[in-house]
């Protein structure tokens, strides 16, 4: 079990989060920074992404890739990272008598990284390849449409990755200067997570990162909760299945109604128990994957259903899931409905909560995103303290004369039609 998260804050502002996990064989550490794609312009657009491929490609101590990934791998670790609309996170988990290690390579990428003008040539084929994949997906591609679609032409609805043109652009000097602004000690936090000694570890991170620039945390324009007047996306393409996200905007992420949201979205939308998948799938045969989900940023969130149905169900399955969202509004959860919902999310939720790489990713993000780190149990309580009444108040507050988006990638009903549906005709 883990003890209780420690905090320090550096001279230089990095804040660190140590959670110890007595008898665990791995460590974990994860460096964040409060970058994404909706702290980028319309030019810059992807850079947040790109600056986090380039950081594997070589520091001044290791000026290979290969000798950054076998530092972590030849002690039997792992390392990757990722990129989101509002962080950037990079991580490696590593046998626990190892974690010095982790911790030191993690402290070279931020703060020593070359990048060379010829890696940068390279890898600009590779992202712009992730971007064509993601195209070529049409699971994946659907959620960008849905994307620009709920939030419009404003940076917290663009694509993570950028475009092709603007990741063509991109040359050094722009990486550099974005790196000054955001990967400074106030803007970051990092999290480790083992069988360690804290002192220890402190002392490793005091030293490891004295190069990292205090720096200031940047302040994130406010984005604009509105339905865009283009909120329907359709790309035709003549593949078998009809891919579909119904959305509408919710609300951030330190809302009072997060909690009582997180088991609407439960009981609506997660796993084969959930109302969608009964109804759509089960009951009627509409659609062979079909669930829920719901993103909170900073100030701006939403909640999306998304299915994969064929041609002929689409208008039907669309207007079932319409259904589905309007019953919540109308009709009281029962009790029992509650009961089972508030166990499978409180079950889900403490099964995620079994490892060090686990605990310094919630750990890490939250601290963070929402400046403090909000102990398990707490979580647990304030779901088990949801009541019928916040659940209908929610719906109501989300789906009430609901302003629906929609994407669809694949062959479609025309957006004339869609629109219909959606309003109800």
């Given at each position: 079990?883990?003890?209780?998260?420690?905090?320090?804050?550096?001279?230089?502002?990095?804040?660190?989060?140590?959670?110890?996990v007595?008898?665990?064989?791995?460590?974990?550490?994860?460096?964040?920074?409060?970058?994404?794609?909706?702290?980028?312009?319309?030019?810059?657009?992807?850079?947040?992404?790109?600056?986090?491929?380039?950081?594997?490609?070589?520091?001044?101590?290791?000026?290979?890739?290969?000798?950054?990934?076998?530092?972590?791998?030849?002690?039997?670790?792992s390392?990757?990272?990722?990129?989101?609309?509002?962080?950037t996170?990079y991580?490696?988990?590593?046998?626990?008598?190892s974690?010095?290690?982790?911790?030191?390579?993690?402290?070279?990428?931020?703060?020593?990284?070359?990048?060379?003008?010829?890696?940068?040539?390279?890898?600009?084929?590779?992202?712009?390849?992730?971007?064509?994949?993601?195209?070529?997906?049409?699971?994946?591609y659907?959620s960008?449409?849905?994307?620009?679609?709920?939030?419009?032409?404003?940076?917290?609805?663009?694509?993570?990755?950028g475009?092709?043109?603007?990741?063509?652009?991109?040359?050094?000097?722009?990486?550099?200067?974005h790196?000054?602004r955001?990967?400074?000690?106030?803007?970051?936090?990092?999290?480790?997570a083992?069988?360690?000694?804290?002192?220890?570890i402190?002392?490793?991170?005091?030293?490891?990162?004295?190069?990292?620039?205090?720096?200031?945390?940047?302040?994130?324009?406010?984005?604009?909760a509105?339905?865009?007047?283009?909120?329907?996306?359709i790309?035709?393409?003549?593949?078998?299945?009809t891919?579909?996200t119904?959305?509408?905007?919710g609300?951030?992420?330190?809302?009072p109604?997060?909690?009582?949201?997180?088991?609407m979205?439960?009981?609506?939308?997660?796993?084969?128990s959930?109302?969608?998948?009964?109804?759509?799938r089960?009951?009627?045969?509409?659609?062979?994957?079909?669930?829920s989900?719901?993103?909170?940023?900073g100030?701006?969130?939403?909640?999306?259903?998304s299915?994969?149905?064929?041609?002929?169900?689409?208008?039907?399955?669309?207007?079932?899931?319409?259904?589905?969202?309007?019953?919540?509004?109308?009709?009281?959860?029962?009790?029992?409905?509650?009961?089972?919902?508030?166990d499978?999310?409180?079950?889900?939720?403490?099964?995620?909560?079994?490892?060090?790489?686990?605990?310094?990713?919630?750990?890490?993000?939250q601290?963070?995103?929402?400046?403090?780190?909000?102990?398990?149990?707490?979580?647990?309580?304030?779901?088990?303290?949801?009541?019928?009444?916040?659940?209908?108040?929610v719906a109501?507050r989300?789906?009430?004369?609901?302003?629906?988006?929609l994407?669809?990638?694949?062959?479609?009903?025309?957006?004339?039609?869609?629109?219909?549906?959606l309003?109800?005709?």
């Amino acid at each position: 079990m883990a003890g209780e998260p420690q905090i320090t804050t550096l001279p230089g502002g990095l804040r660190v989060v140590f959670t110890p996990v007595p008898n665990a064989q791995a460590a974990a550490v994860s460096y964040w920074t409060q970058v994404g794609s909706r702290d980028e312009t319309p030019i810059s657009n992807g850079l947040s992404h790109y600056i986090e491929h380039m950081l594997f490609k070589g520091t001044t101590r290791r000026p290979t890739a290969p000798e950054i990934s076998e530092a972590i791998e030849g002690a039997g670790g792992s390392l990757n990272a990722f990129t989101t609309k509002e962080v950037t996170c990079y991580w490696n988990n590593l046998p626990f008598e190892s974690a010095e290690t982790g911790i030191e390579v993690l402290a070279d990428m931020i703060q020593r990284s070359i990048l060379d003008p010829a890696e940068i040539e390279r890898e600009r084929t590779v992202v712009q390849q992730e971007i064509r994949r993601a195209h070529d997906s049409p699971g994946s591609y659907v959620s960008e449409l849905a994307s620009v679609a709920t939030y419009g032409d404003q940076p917290i609805g663009w694509p993570i990755a950028g475009t092709l043109e603007t990741v063509n652009a991109m040359q050094r000097d722009d990486f550099i200067a974005h790196m000054r602004r955001f990967y400074t000690g106030e803007n970051s936090v990092l999290s480790i997570a083992g069988n360690l000694d804290p002192d220890r570890i402190l002392e490793v991170v005091a030293r490891e990162f004295n190069e990292l620039p205090s720096g200031l945390r940047p302040i994130r324009s406010v984005a604009v909760a509105q339905r865009p007047e283009d909120y329907i996306h359709i790309e035709e393409r003549g593949i078998e299945q009809t891919n579909l996200t119904l959305s509408t905007l919710g609300f951030g992420r330190r809302d009072p109604d997060r909690y009582a949201a997180d088991l609407m979205n439960t009981a609506l939308g997660r796993g084969m128990s959930s109302r969608l998948f009964k109804e759509v799938r089960e009951r009627r045969g509409l659609a062979y994957s079909v669930g829920s989900g719901a993103a909170r940023y900073g100030d701006i969130g939403n909640v999306a259903v998304s299915a994969g149905v064929t041609r002929e169900h689409q208008e039907e399955a669309l207007q079932v899931i319409i259904a589905e969202l309007q019953q919540l509004v109308d009709i009281p959860m029962s009790a029992e409905e509650l009961q089972r919902t508030k166990d499978y999310a409180c079950g889900a939720f403490r099964l995620s909560l079994e490892t060090p790489m686990s605990f310094a990713q919630r750990h890490g993000g939250q601290l963070l995103n929402e400046g403090e780190i909000e102990p398990a149990d707490v979580t647990v309580a304030r779901l088990r303290a949801v009541t019928i009444e916040d659940i209908q108040r929610v719906a109501r507050r989300l789906f009430y004369d609901a302003r629906f988006s929609l994407a669809v990638v694949g062959p479609s009903a025309s957006a004339d039609r869609l629109d219909a549906i959606l309003h109800g005709a």
